[in-house]
Structures are given as C-alpha cells and as structure tokens.
C-alpha cells in the first residue's frame, strides 16, 4: 500500500496563478482533511471530506476550493494564488467511527508551495 | 472554538537525558487526544489516548492523559539523536467529521 500520496512535491507560482493539488489514499478511508502547516503556527485545517462527494469547511477556507468526486482523491484547488498561500500542505485520511473506533489520521508527505 | 495548548515551544537536551512535553486542552465535548511525531515529512502517529490515568507505552516514548486537569504528558526516556522532531499534540471531539484540532508543536533538538 502506498498510503496517502500527495502530488506535486513542490511548485512554485506566481501571484494571480491556479493550481490543484492532488491527494490519493488507497487505504478506503472515508474522510479526507488538507492541512496548511506554517512556522509556529502548528497544522490548520483548510476543507475536510466525510465521503464521496461532500465536503466541508474547516478553520482557514477562504481562498481553497476542494472537491471529491472519487473517494480516493481529495483536490485541492486554489483559484488565483496569493503570497499568504505560501505553505507546506498537507493531506490526510482516516476510517470513519461507523467502521472503526481507531481512527487516527494518516498524513502524506507534503506539497511545499512557494508564491511569488 | 476548541484550544490545544503545547509547552515549551521548543526545546534542546543531550542525548540520554529525559524529557517530558506538555499538551493541555480546551475542547466541547472531548473524545481522544492524540500525539504525533514530525521528521522531516509528514506527522506519524505515536499515541491515542481516550481515558485518563492509562499509560500508553512504546518503547521510550510514553503519554498519559489527565481528563479532570485537561492535559497530556509525553515521555521521552534516555533520548536519542533521532527524537529530535516536531512533536504535535491534537485533540478530537465527539463530532461525527473526527476533526482534530491540532497545538502549535513542540520542536525538540537532541545533541549528541
């Protein structure tokens, strides 16, 4: 099992740009999270997914749309980029609490964006 | 709003010496709170805790949690250069979405 992958690893863009960043989990996790993590500022929660398509807001939304239009995969999509956005982000998933009453998150690796 | 609050911000031991890092919370309706270990990458999972006064336990590292003082204790015993990570702390309520709320992390250097 791959677990929770994230692409692209890096990107950087320029002011006004789009983008998506891709998350996939192939554990059949029901919920989906992306998470900005900021020096000192620990891991906010931008959307968060409880199953194919929904979605939901979390602490720090504006500026993201997500979608999941597949269970595996979780976009996140910035429409017109701005230097705020600079960040590491990150995907997670976990099994729900109908399936499991263990269900830790489990991150993927990263994306770390720089904006211009 | 829920409030993870971890202590000290950072922190710098030689190697064998023991440690302990702090998470305390303010959270509607506490289900579980959890301890992960950032390297270089992404968060792994070190410990679930659910109820107070239990002892989780995983090699050197081990973590209790207080439900009556609402914090969490992580040990670190005879560290290594290896701990030397962001250690974050997150609680999770009894919502059905399993959001957690994650502290601002506790970054821990071991000299050699």
């Known amino acids: 099992n791959a677990g929770v992958t994230q692409t692209p690893k890096f990107r950087v863009l320029k002011t006004g740009q789009s983008m998506t960043l891709l998350c996939a989990q192939d554990m059949n996790h029901e919920y989906m999270y992306w998470y900005r993590q900021d020096p000192g500022m620990g891991l906010r929660l931008i959307h968060y997914?409880?199953?194919?398509?929904?979605?939901a807001k979390g602490e720090v939304p504006d500026g993201y749309n997500v979608s999941r239009l597949k269970k595996q995969n979780f976009l996140l999509g910035l429409e017109s980029a701005a230097p705020s956005q600079t960040s590491v982000y990150f995907c997670?998933?976990?099994?729900?609490?109908?399936?499991?009453?263990?269900?830790?998150?489990?991150f993927g690796p990263g994306t770390r964006l720089t904006v211009l | 709003e829920d409030k993870v609050v971890q202590s000290p911000l950072s922190l710098v031991v030689h190697e064998g010496d023991t440690v302990t890092l702090n998470c305390s919370y303010e959270v509607t309706n506490f289900r579980s709170l959890l301890w992960y270990k950032q390297e270089k990458k992404a968060p792994t999972f070190l410990f679930m805790l659910t109820s107070s006064g239990i002892e989780k336990k995983s090699g050197r590292l081990s973590s209790i949690l207080d439900k009556k003082e609402l914090f969490s204790i992580l040990n670190i015993t005879a560290t290594q250069t290896g701990d030397s990570a962001i250690y974050l702390c997150a609680t999770r309520g009894t919502g059905a979405n399993s959001k957690l709320t994650f502290g601002k992390g506790i970054t821990l250097s071991v000299r050699p």
């Open positions: 997670a998933s976990s099994r729900s609490r109908r399936t499991s009453s263990y269900n830790e998150q489990f």
């Open positions: 997914s409880v199953g194919e398509g929904t979605t």
